[in-house]
């Protein structure tokens, strides 16, 4: 069955490959990706690479400084959240306050099979078994 | 004058849905058709109160009366008529008159063209749709009056937060509130079925039209918006993962899950319980969201009443709505008797695995919205959950969810076997390789991303269109072809638009985002530059002024790679009523993608900062979302069989293919 084979090898392939992330090469590129990763701190939802904001653009402006000074990204974000706090961090810190928030979607997921399991599990053993308690 | 008849018709209003609400659910219970049959009377009666209620809000707003408080408040004498009618709704008091007068309309509708539902469930539904509607004229007339007078009256109103006036708002709103409020009928469904214990295939086949109905506004909705997003907001983005955003995409996320577990109760009569709980989930999270929106919890540019009042009756209504359904429901669900049996490699398997995937980025979505408020209610430091947090939680749930899209419609029901699944799948395989190889040959450097999210958008496609072939085949001659395609039926040429939708948005989404061109940079007028084949030339700024407002207004002079030449005008306004600036991008929509330009601020040396950007397919992604749309309301068009509602009723599995 090389038919299913392939079949499978796409299904499997094709998520990783979309989990691979882009490398951002060059300073406009690198802050352009870092920008887009912070908010804008006086804004109401937007990155400081979208706002148009005074704060914004000068942040971008600082953010280019470091960048062209050669610092590594994690020195320029280390500098700005000891600043501003994570509350600048698009993408929360994995730490204890946000580890229900990082590991909820997989307990989600995981909830919702375990819940599809026992579904499918009586779908296949009872029949019409009216004192089965949660039945369809 | 019209301000009094506007509030005297909401107060009527309020007793006449109390009256829906109570009436024929006693009806119902005694099996009395006379007291069952006022819910119909009384739907139409309360969607026309509701009408002469707006239309006297609309009359305040079209002929500036500003002795009305939320006129004067969000209305201006310069303003277009346009933005006069949708100002009604740009606003909270106004927007909760027209939640209330779709509700009544989706009542009213119910009525007139649900005769095939039968009278006791149907007389059930509408007593719920007449409750909720109680609920919310209540909250109208005692928390948000929009009929409020002011003295003495104002020479002039206060305006419309400009950002909001825009053709997108005039039809973004209503119809993400058809879709909002359409989950009510749903919800109604759900409660009707559970109180009269007639939960089967024929409910199901009942209830599918109007979900289906109330999925396709929503999904148009969230497209209009997002679409309004793209163009006013001027960032060049059409999604933000912006909490209001979100407040839609949950019951989304839900309302699809309920189309495919629905299907799977219709056709097999199992899965029943499941599809309930969807019904009473997807309206509660609607209503969820409107209390973020309106309470305060959250604040974006949607916000515009933060009033903890009007905030604590929203949760208290949303706590005595889904209360009172759980409730109900854990009474009476374990009761309800599961039909059809099914192996887990099979239709009903892959629909459950949809709603597991469907469920869980729902769940995700709510915990990444409700999670900064979480953190400051415990009081801890800010934190922000933004774009790159769902990129990270939400693609790994999106992705199988497409995959299993794709294979879905090749499983058979009851028991289906693997190896032939996949055989089935071959030619979307290669298409997928083939998708992902060209790409990698088009672009020098692809990024993995590209790759993947091309075939996606492959597999998708070739498997959908496979399937639906596959459905046609033994079909020798035309003229038999088109009888084959006459005879399947609608809802089997809908999922496959439907699909084909999703696959179209994918290549959008992957286009835009993997390959996006932004060029930031002061232009100094004569300056030129060159972009995804076309020449920018910056011609310089001029002031221009609008009905209500002043502009600076650039000029850009775009020649395509054809030679064709265009002229961009993006401006920088400052309306006058409210002294607010906004900045309106200029977009050149062209088959492979969209120039977006934005003008920004006056550099000293006589330059202007410029915003240019190359934003490749983008179209591709409402385009897809069309198709989806279209889909869906072709999959309404099925013929619902009034006569097989029996107590008795058939699986739908055993009649004739």
């Given at each position: 069955?090389?038919?299913?084979?392939?079949?499978?090898?796409?299904?499997?392939?094709?998520?990783?490959?979309?989990?691979?992330?882009?490398?951002?090469?060059?300073?406009?590129?690198?802050?352009?990706?870092?920008?887009?990763?912070?908010?804008?701190?006086?804004?109401?939802?937007?990155?400081?690479?979208?706002?148009?904001?005074?704060?914004?653009?000068?942040?971008?402006?600082?953010?280019?400084?470091?960048?062209?000074?050669?610092?590594?990204?994690?020195?320029?974000?280390?500098?700005?959240?000891?600043?501003?706090?994570?509350?600048?961090?698009?993408?929360?810190?994995?730490?204890?306050?946000?580890?229900?928030?990082?590991?909820?979607?997989?307990?989600?997921?995981?909830?919702?099979?375990?819940?599809?399991?026992?579904?499918?599990?009586?779908?296949?053993?009872?029949?019409?078994?009216?004192?089965?308690?949660?039945?369809? | 004058?019209?301000?009094?008849?506007?509030?005297?018709?909401?107060?009527?209003?309020?007793?006449?849905?109390?009256?829906?609400?109570?009436?024929?659910?006693?009806?119902?219970?005694?099996?009395?058709?006379?007291?069952?049959?006022?819910?119909?009377?009384?739907?139409?009666?309360?969607?026309?109160?509701?009408?002469?209620?707006?239309?006297?809000?609309?009359?305040?707003?079209?002929?500036?009366?500003?002795?009305?408080?939320?006129?004067?408040?969000?209305?201006?004498?310069?303003?277009?008529?346009?933005?006069?009618?949708?100002?009604?709704?740009?606003?909270?008091?106004?927007?909760?008159?027209?939640?209330?007068?779709?509700?009544?309309?989706?009542?009213?509708?119910?009525?007139?063209?649900?005769?095939?539902?039968?009278?006791?469930?149907?007389?059930?539904?509408?007593?719920?749709?007449?409750?909720?509607?109680?609920?919310?004229?209540?909250?109208?007339?005692?928390?948000?009056?929009?009929?409020?007078?002011?003295?003495?009256?104002?020479?002039?109103?206060?305006?419309?937060?400009?950002?909001?006036?825009?053709?997108?708002?005039?039809?973004?709103?209503?119809?993400?509130?058809?879709?909002?409020?359409?989950?009510?009928?749903?919800?109604?469904?759900?409660?009707?079925?559970?109180?009269?214990?007639?939960?089967?295939?024929?409910?199901?086949?009942?209830?599918?039209?109007?979900?289906?109905?109330?999925?396709?506004?929503?999904?148009?909705?969230?497209?209009?918006?997002?679409?309004?997003?793209?163009?006013?907001?001027?960032?060049?983005?059409?999604?933000?993962?912006?909490?209001?955003?979100?407040?839609?995409?949950?019951?989304?996320?839900?309302?699809?899950?309920?189309?495919?577990?629905?299907?799977?109760?219709?056709?097999?009569?199992?899965?029943?319980?499941?599809?309930?709980?969807?019904?009473?989930?997807?309206?509660?999270?609607?209503?969820?969201?409107?209390?973020?929106?309106?309470?305060?919890?959250?604040?974006?540019?949607?916000?515009?009443?933060?009033?903890?009042?009007?905030?604590?009756?929203?949760?208290?209504?949303?706590?005595?709505?889904?209360?009172?359904?759980?409730?109900?429901?854990?009474?009476?669900?374990?009761?309800?008797?599961?039909?059809?049996?099914?192996?887990?490699?099979?239709?009903?398997?892959?629909?459950?695995?949809?709603?597991?995937?469907?469920?869980?980025?729902?769940?995700?979505?709510?915990?990444?919205?409700?999670?900064?408020?979480?953190?400051?209610?415990?009081?801890?430091?800010?934190?922000?959950?933004?774009?790159?947090?769902?990129?990270?939680?939400?693609?790994?749930?999106?992705?199988?969810?497409?995959?299993?899209?794709?294979?879905?419609?090749?499983?058979?029901?009851?028991?289906?076997?693997?190896?032939?699944?996949?055989?089935?799948?071959?030619?979307?395989?290669?298409?997928a390789?083939?998708a992902a190889?060209l790409t990698?040959?088009?672009?020098?450097?692809p990024?993995?991303?590209a790759l993947a999210g091309y075939g996606l958008a492959a597999?998708?496609?070739?498997?959908?269109?496979?399937?639906?072939?596959?459905?046609?085949?033994?079909?020798?001659?035309?003229?038999?072809?088109?009888?084959?395609?006459?005879?399947?039926?609608?809802?089997?040429?809908?999922?496959?638009?439907?699909?084909?939708?999703?696959?179209?948005?994918v290549v959008?989404?992957t286009a835009?985002?993997?390959?996006?061109?932004?060029?930031?940079?002061?232009?100094?007028?004569?300056?030129?530059?060159?972009?995804?084949?076309?020449?920018?030339?910056?011609?310089?700024?001029?002031?221009?002024?609008?009905?209500?407002?002043?502009?600076?207004?650039?000029?850009?002079?775009?020649?395509?790679?054809?030679?064709?030449?265009?002229?961009?005008?993006?401006?920088?306004?400052?309306?006058?009523?409210?002294?607010?600036?906004?900045?309106?991008?200029?977009?050149?929509?062209?088959?492979?993608?969209?120039?977006?330009?934005?003008?920004?601020?006056?550099?000293?040396?006589?330059?202007?900062?410029?915003?240019?950007?190359?934003?490749?397919?983008?179209?591709?992604?409402?385009?897809?979302?069309?198709?989806?749309?279209?889909?869906?309301?072709?999959?309404?068009?099925?013929?619902?069989?009034?006569?097989?509602?029996?107590?008795?009723?058939?699986?739908?599995?055993?009649?004739?293919?």
């Open positions: 069955m090389t038919g299913a084979a392939s079949v499978i090898g796409i299904v499997v392939l094709l998520p990783i490959l979309a989990s691979v992330p882009a490398t951002a090469e060059s300073s406009d590129e690198r802050v352009r990706a870092l920008a887009a990763e912070l908010r804008c701190v006086v804004c109401q939802n937007q990155s400081l690479l979208d706002s148009d904001a005074d704060l914004a653009k000068d942040m971008r402006a600082l953010i280019r400084e470091r960048v062209e000074a050669g610092d590594p990204d994690e020195a320029i974000v280390d500098f700005l959240v000891e600043r501003y706090g994570d509350f600048i961090l698009l993408q929360p810190p994995f730490k204890p306050a946000t580890w229900f928030l990082w590991l909820g979607p997989l307990a989600f997921l995981l909830l919702a099979l375990a819940l599809a399991r026992t579904r499918i599990r009586r779908a296949r053993s009872h029949r019409n078994d009216p004192d089965d308690p949660g039945a369809s | 004058m019209t301000g009094e008849i506007g509030l005297f018709a909401l107060i009527l209003a309020f007793g006449v849905a109390l009256f829906q609400g109570t009436v024929p659910l006693i009806g119902a219970a005694r099996g009395d058709a006379n007291l069952m049959a006022v819910s119909d009377i009384s739907s139409v009666v309360l969607c026309g109160l509701v009408t002469i209620a707006i239309v006297m809000l609309g009359h305040g707003y079209v002929t500036s009366d500003f002795s009305l408080l939320n006129v004067w408040q969000n209305s201006h004498t310069l303003k277009p008529l346009i933005y006069k009618i949708s100002g009604v709704w740009g606003n909270h008091e106004g927007s909760l008159v027209l939640w209330v007068l779709i509700l009544a309309i989706y009542g009213a509708a119910l009525a007139v063209f649900g005769r095939q539902v039968p009278p006791a469930l149907r007389a059930r539904a509408l007593a719920i749709q007449g409750l909720i509607a109680a609920g919310f004229l209540a909250f109208s007339i005692f928390t948000s009056n929009p009929f409020a007078r002011l003295i003495p009256i104002p020479a002039e109103g206060m305006g419309l937060n400009p950002i909001l006036q825009d053709p997108g708002l005039a039809f973004h709103p209503p119809c993400l509130y058809m879709g909002y409020v359409g989950l009510s009928v749903a919800f109604s469904f759900a409660i009707a079925g559970l109180l009269g214990k007639e939960i089967d295939s024929t409910w199901a086949k009942l209830a599918r039209p109007w979900v289906l109905l109330a999925w396709c506004f929503l999904t148009a909705g969230i497209a209009l918006g997002s679409w309004w997003a793209y163009y006013e907001l001027g960032w060049g983005g059409w999604w933000f993962w912006d909490p209001v955003e979100n407040a839609s995409f949950i019951p989304w996320l839900i309302a699809t899950a309920l189309l495919h577990s629905l299907r799977v109760a219709e056709k097999r009569d199992t899965l029943k319980a499941w599809t309930l709980l969807l019904c009473i989930t997807g309206f509660s999270l609607s209503l969820l969201g409107t209390f973020l929106v309106r309470s305060g919890a959250i604040t974006s540019v949607h916000t515009f009443a933060s009033d903890p009042a009007r905030g604590l009756f929203i949760l208290a209504f949303l706590a005595a709505v889904t209360g009172g359904a759980f409730a109900l429901f854990a009474v009476r669900a374990p009761r309800i008797r599961a039909e059809g049996l099914f192996e887990p490699v099979s239709r009903e398997g892959a629909l459950l695995l949809n709603n597991v995937f469907f469920g869980a980025a729902a769940a995700t979505v709510l915990l990444g919205t409700l999670y900064p408020i979480f953190m400051e209610v415990a009081g801890s430091p800010p934190v922000s959950v933004g774009p790159p947090y769902y990129n990270a939680v939400f693609l790994p749930i999106a992705i199988p969810a497409i995959v299993l899209a794709a294979m879905g419609p090749a499983i058979p029901w009851k028991r289906a076997d693997l190896p032939g699944v996949l055989h089935r799948m071959r030619f979307a395989a290669v298409c390789v083939g190889v990698g040959v088009l672009q020098r450097d990024v993995p991303m597999f998708l496609a070739a498997g959908t269109v496979r399937q639906w072939l596959a459905r046609l085949r033994p079909a020798r001659s035309p003229r038999r072809l088109l009888r084959r395609v006459r005879n399947l039926p609608a809802s089997a040429h809908g999922m496959t638009l439907a699909h084909l939708g999703v696959a179209v948005l959008g989404v835009s985002s993997t390959a996006r061109v932004d060029v930031e940079q002061v232009m100094h007028p004569g300056e030129a530059l060159s972009l995804a084949g076309h020449t920018i030339e910056f011609a310089g700024v001029e002031d221009v002024d609008g009905p209500n407002y002043t502009a600076l207004q650039g000029r850009f002079l775009v020649t395509g790679p054809g030679g064709s030449a265009t002229t961009l005008l993006p401006e920088r306004r400052a309306y006058l009523a409210s002294g607010t600036a906004t900045t309106e991008a200029a977009i050149l929509e062209t088959f492979v993608g969209d120039i977006y330009v934005v003008l920004g601020d006056p550099v000293a040396d006589g330059g202007w900062g410029t915003r240019l950007t190359f934003n490749p397919l983008i179209w591709w992604i409402w385009g897809g979302a069309f198709l989806s749309v279209l889909g869906g309301a072709v999959s309404i068009a099925e013929r619902t069989r009034p006569r097989m509602y029996a107590a008795g009723a058939q699986p739908a599995s055993v009649q004739p293919a």
